[in-house]
Nanobody, 118 residues
Framework: QADLVESGGGLVQPGGSLRLSCTGS????????MTWHRQVPGKERELVAA????????TYADSVKGRCVISRDNVVDTVWLQMNNLKPEDTAVYFC???????????WGQGIQVTVSS
């Protein structure tokens, strides 16, 4: 059974950092682009960052550009989102997702809460 499990969320003060991890299993992780999304109640889920299957291309939402870095290691089937200089508006449930670069089915993790508050 295909699965994505996020970890590393929690409560952090403004200006702090968090590193989210997402580990995949049960599917060929290395041929999927990986993405991080976030959602707050009452709003649509938004893309935060994406990385292609090879790890050679990344893209970021304007709201996090310069503060976040997405990376991956296909040997351990894991993608990370390093978030720095966190702001209260970064508070959300963060989801990782595996997006097929060709045909296939997108896979989603269950999400993890990130709260930025003093």
């Amino acid at each position: 059974q295909a699965d994505l499990v996020e970890s590393g969320g929690g409560l952090v003060q403004p200006g702090g950092s968090l590193r989210l991890s997402c580990t995949g299993s049960g599917f060929p992780f290395g041929i999927y682009a990986m993405t991080w999304h976030r959602q707050v109640p009452g709003k649509e889920r938004e893309l935060v960052a994406a990385i292609n299957s090879a790890g050679s291309m990344t893209t970021y939402a304007d709201s996090v550009k310069g503060r976040c870095v997405i990376s991956r290691d296909n040997v351990v089937d894991t993608v990370w989102l390093q978030m720095n200089n966190l702001k209260p508006e970064d508070t959300a449930v963060y989801f990782c997702a595996a997006m097929p670069e060709g045909s296939g089915t997108a896979r989603w993790g269950q999400g993890i809460q990130v709260t930025v508050s003093s």
